[in-house]
């Protein structure tokens, strides 16, 4: 028998520490395996979604791609904080940590595959760029999306800035960036960041049943499809992620991060108020504790 290249491997072949990863009856399961910190992300699951990703889009027995998190309480929350923090102190290598998160993202969205986000709970930040970058989802009557970076001192730029619009429509991404208020399950589906919502008890049910309608399509004219309703969505990615690559790397040690990872470490709000103060004082609320290295006017 000829051997191939260019195709999947058997699932004993892979030993993943941070996600799961299942494949049976044509389709691949992508699980965050992550359930104590709420699925959210670090380099690890990263680096072993690409490994997963690339092996569900080569193997020819592979129809559909679910992506899922751990438990019924997250879906995926986003980056995890506590391993953000030593980009604090190196924010050259948050440069390298997006370049990773970009990376997974590109797989994802230009499997050559349909893929079905299962919502199984809270989705959070980078969790929701992980929905919006597959193409359908479904989700539990029970969760929530909401997006948080002007609250935690971030740009939500990997996928929201850019595909909020495209989905939902200017004014409700507006709404949703800048408020950063949580969407209840029915109103995400009103607005058209699911497809379906069900009872808990079914969500099951429910991806069964799309994954088997996604299943009885042409594998070839279903990728090109894709590509095509790609256009939009890669015209806008491809002209800001590597500027917002570069940006977050830069502003990572900027006092409003400092801020906002260090009140997520200490369990408290961050604190809004004193950074308001410092730049309606002009107190130089750019710099940590307002000094500025090397000032010229001392």
Request: proline fraction near 4%; glycine fraction near 8%.
């Amino acid at each position: 028998m000829e051997e191939r290249t260019f195709t999947g491997k058997d699932n004993q072949d892979f030993h993943f520490n941070h996600i799961l990863y299942e494949k049976h009856d044509q389709r691949a399961t992508i699980t965050i395996n992550r359930p104590a910190v709420l699925n959210s992300v670090n380099y690890g699951v990263l680096s072993e979604m690409q490994i997963a990703l690339k092996d569900a889009s080569w193997d020819d027995r592979i129809a559909v791609l679910v992506l899922t998190g751990a438990g019924e309480r997250a879906f995926c929350t986003g980056a995890d904080l506590k391993e953000q923090q030593q980009f604090l102190k190196r924010p050259r290598d948050y440069w390298k940590w997006m370049g990773e998160f970009i990376a997974t993202h590109e797989l994802l969205r230009n499997l050559g595959k349909p893929s079905l986000a299962r919502l199984n709970g809270i989705v959070v930040g980078g969790g929701n760029e992980f929905n919006m970058s597959c193409d359908l989802a479904v989700a539990a009557d029970d969760i929530y999306i909401r997006q948080v970076g002007t609250s935690h001192g971030s740009v939500a730029l990997a996928g929201a800035t850019q595909f909020l619009p495209l989905i939902v429509g200017d004014r409700r991404a507006r709404e949703i960036l800048l408020l950063n208020e949580e969407i209840p399950a029915h109103k995400a589906l009103e607005w058209g960041l699911v497809n379906w919502v069900v009872p808990r008890s079914e969500l099951d049910d429910k991806v069964d049943e799309v994954v088997e309608k996604l299943v009885l399509k042409f594998p070839e004219k279903t990728r090109y499809t894709k590509q095509q309703l790609n256009f939009w969505r890669d015209q806008s990615w491809h002209l800001t992620i590597g500027h917002g690559r570069d940006w977050l790397a830069i502003h990572n040690t900027s006092p409003e991060t400092w801020e906002g990872v260090r009140s997520f470490i200490e369990k408290r709000p961050p604190d809004y108020e004193s950074l308001r103060r410092r730049w309606a004082e002009d107190q130089a609320p750019e710099w940590l504790d307002g000094e500025i290295p090397g000032n010229p006017s001392e």
